[in-house]
């Protein structure tokens, strides 16, 4: 049964050009975890601000279990419990231990009920050593969990997670990227996750929205979208691209060419060799077409000045729409 739906939303700032949302629409059943990507500017922190009750909307609805979510021209205190939103400037009480800020939304709530929620939550996100530190005790990811435990003490129906982790170094982002998506999932929570950062999305989220200029351009599996793109625009989010000669919409991914320094196909002279984690990063210039391919050598065997032999497989080609 689909848990939130969003019906044909319009937005657009005054005295900003351009439309933030045009026509939007999307549905979620419930425990599923949406990633939406897209550049900057494409309309993500609007619309997850329009899902939370915190922005007017100029048209559309959003519909969460059933009931209207109401904008704050239409209630008195804009936003709901129900539906929490994280962004990267999440603030905590710095002088409040983790143990106190992440069960201070239950002031109002039955004692017995405050220390099982609280004591879980610690046990949940992996902070019942640290529940006595103060923020500045804890490191980034352990303040980022304290902040989504928080938001997750009133048993929020749903979160929305806006681009939350762009100020953790990589090594706390992965470690805790992997944890949220373990967490989330034995709770069943649905969650909504906005970035601009694909491996990001794939680590977390189990559906992937590709989204630009305020409308959604492709929504599925990451599997099915990295296979049948809609456009070059969201081929090109998974890897670079290579033209096939003169064929204007016709690509192959890197990782789908095959090099050799014999045999026959297309000849190119390795200009480039970039070490890669798994394999060299290959800039190739075609002789014949006199453009620059770009390929995975995973065995590490060519170098620089190298002349290859290139082919590849007739259903690893990719058509595509101009964007
Ligand atoms: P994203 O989160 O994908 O970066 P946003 O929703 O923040 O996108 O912005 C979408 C568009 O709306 C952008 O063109 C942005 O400049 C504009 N915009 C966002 N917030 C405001 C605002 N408060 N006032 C005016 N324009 C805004």
Excluded at 283 to 294: A, C, F, G, P, S
Aim: negative net charge; contains cysteine.
């Amino acid at each position: 049964m689909t848990f939130l739906t969003i019906e044909g939303l319009h937005k657009r700032y005054q005295n900003a050009p351009g439309t933030a949302l045009n026509d939007f629409s999307l549905s979620l059943i419930k425990g599923q975890r949406l990633a939406i990507i897209g550049e900057s500017g494409s309309g993500k922190s609007t619309l997850l601000r329009i899902i939370a009750g915190l922005e007017v909307q100029d048209e559309g609805t959003v519909t969460l279990s059933g009931n209207p979510v109401l904008n704050p021209s239409q209630k008195l205190v804009a936003g709901y419990d129900d539906i929490q939103l994280i962004h990267q400037q999440f603030k905590l009480y710095p002088f409040s231990t983790a143990e106190e800020n992440i069960k201070r939304p239950l002031i109002q709530y039955d004692k017995t009920y405050v220390k099982e929620r609280t004591s879980f939550l610690l046990d949940l996100f992996g902070l019942t050593d640290k529940k006595d530190r103060l923020p500045k005790q804890l490191s980034g990811g352990e303040q980022q969990k304290v902040a989504i435990a928080r938001a997750l003490s009133i048993e929020p129906e749903l979160l929305l997670l806006d681009e939350p982790f762009s100020n953790l170094d990589a090594i706390q982002k992965r470690v805790l990227l992997e944890e949220l998506h373990d967490i989330f999932e034995e709770i069943d929570l649905t969650v909504i996750w906005v970035t601009h950062d694909l491996s990001d999305a794939l680590a977390v989220a189990d559906e992937l929205c590709v989204m630009r200029g305020g409308k959604i351009v492709q929504r599925g599996k990451a599997a099915e979208i990295f296979s049948k793109p809609k456009n070059r625009y969201v081929a090109s989010m998974f890897s670079r691209l290579n033209q096939l000669g003169q064929e204007k919409n016709k690509y192959i991914r890197p990782q789908h060419v095959l090099a050799d320094t014999s045999g026959t196909g297309m000849v190119g002279v390795v200009k480039k060799c970039q070490f890669r984690l798994g394999y060299n990063h290959l800039t190739v210039l075609l002789e014949e077409e006199n453009i620059y391919w770009r390929i995975q050598d995973s065995r590490r065997v060519f170098n620089l000045g190298d002349r290859l032999i290139l082919t590849y497989n007739e259903k690893d080609v990719l058509v595509l729409e101009e964007d």
